[in-house]
């Protein structure tokens, strides 16, 4: 398991994924819409399984 995770961490960019270019950013402003519209200022959100 430690190979997978290693080979994703050395290959990835999972903290610039939604931002690298144009066609990864509708991604990025697709799910700031959709939390626009269902979270308020005062929304809390946990993320237990949160990557990276």
Do not use: A, Q, W
Request: overall charge negative.
């Amino acid at each position: 398991m430690e190979e997978i995770f290693k080979y994703y961490e050395e290959n990835y960019n999972e903290d610039g994924r939604l931002v690298r270019d144009k066609s990864h950013s509708i991604e990025y402003l697709t799910t700031i819409r959709y939390f626009e519209e269902i979270f308020n200022k005062d929304s809390r959100i946990i993320d237990p399984c949160e990557g990276t």
